[in-house]
């Protein structure tokens, strides 16, 4: 059975970190590029981060660039996210996909229209 789930979010005062998590299983993430994406209500999805199977390269969106980074556990098949000094405009649903079209990712953050499989989501919120 092919599974794609994220894991690890909750709610977190400003300033705070979490790592969330992507895993699969029935197929293997280090075949293709990976992304991280999250969407508020009543927000349009954007492109979080990406970490490329081909060369280990990752991008950020400028708004995380410092604070979020993004890796592989091969031997788990999962992606992780590491998210520090979280701030309130950092509350959304994160979700991660894989682009079945390529290992690499593009330059700039991952756009939603190139990921072809999802997970659910998992919750992230960042409030005093």
């Known amino acids: 059975q092919v599974q794609f789930v994220e894991s690890g979010g909750g709610s977190v005062q400003p300033g705070g970190s979490l790592r969330i998590a992507c895993a699969a299983s029935g197929f293997f993430l280090d075949y293709y590029a990976v992304g991280w994406f999250r969407q508020a209500p009543g927000k349009e999805r954007e492109g979080v981060s990406c970490s490329s199977a081909s060369d280990g390269s990752t991008v950020y969106a400028d708004s995380v660039k410092g604070r979020f980074t993004i890796s592989r556990d091969k031997a788990k098949n999962v992606v992780y996210l590491q998210m520090n000094s979280l701030e309130p405009e950092d509350t959304a649903v994160y979700y991660c996909?894989?682009?079945?079209?390529?290992?690499?990712?593009?330059?700039?953050?991952?756009?939603?229209?190139?990921?072809?499989?999802w997970g659910p989501g998992t919750q992230v919120t960042v409030s005093s």
């Open positions: 996909a894989a682009n079945l079209m390529r290992r690499s990712c593009q330059r700039g953050p991952p756009l939603t229209y190139e990921y072809d499989y």
